[in-house]
Every structure is written in C-alpha cells, then in structure tokens.
C-alpha cells in the first residue's frame, strides 16, 4: 500500500536548522511530484515547497525562500526539506504530499517547533 512516512522534525532553537525526510513507497515515486506543506495551530494548511518529478524545477513560498531547500533522491524515494535559519513562525506540522495529475497521497505529518 501507500506510504509517507516523514521524519526528522523536533524542537529548535530559532536561527537554527533541520532536514526533514519523507521516505515514499507503494508507488512509482520518481513520476511524481512532491510538496511540503504546513499547518499551524489555529491556521489553514500552507504550501511550503515543491520539486518536479525529475527534480530540476522547485517552486517556494515566499516566506521560506532563501531558507528553505526541497530536494528528491528518486533512486532513495526520498524526499527533503532542509530548514535553515528557522523562525517561530516556522513552527507547524510538516506534511509531504505526492502528486501525479489528479492523484494526492499525504503522509501523517511531523512536528516542528521553534523554540528558545
């Protein structure tokens, strides 16, 4: 069946740093593309990043340019999210999302808090 399974998120000092990891299976993974969203207490889930199937084309929101990177390792069905120079605003659950045409797969989400 279908997996996500994203780890690697934590408790963080502001202007510190975190790679998170979404390890992907029961699908052909490398004909997708993959998203980071985020969801904070109280708020709509956000887009935060995403990667083409092939991985040449990323896209970011506005808030996290400049500190964000998505990057895929197709040969690994992995997929990541290094966060640099993290803020408190940064904190929320971070979900990956597959995407091929119409269909979505999600993973259950994994926590970050930015914290001193």
């Known amino acids: 069946q279908v997996q996500l399974v994203e780890s690697g998120g934590g408790l963080v000092q502001p202007g510190g740093s975190l790679r998170l990891s979404c390890a992907a299976s029961?699908?052909?993974?490398?004909?997708?593309?993959m998203s980071w969203y985020r969801q904070a207490p109280g708020k709509e889930r956000e887009l935060v990043a995403t990667?083409?199937?092939?991985?040449?084309?990323?896209n970011y929101a506005d808030s996290v340019k400049g500190r964000f990177t998505i990057s895929r390792d197709n040969a690994k069905n992995t997929e990541y999210l290094q966060m640099n120079s993290v803020k408190p605003e940064d904190t929320a659950v971070y979900y990956c999302c597959a995407r091929w045409g119409t269909t979505y797969y999600w993973g259950q989400g994994t926590q970050v808090t930015v914290s001193s």
């Open positions: 990667i083409t199937s092939s991985g040449r084309t990323t």
């Open positions: 029961g699908f052909t993974f490398s004909w997708y593309a």
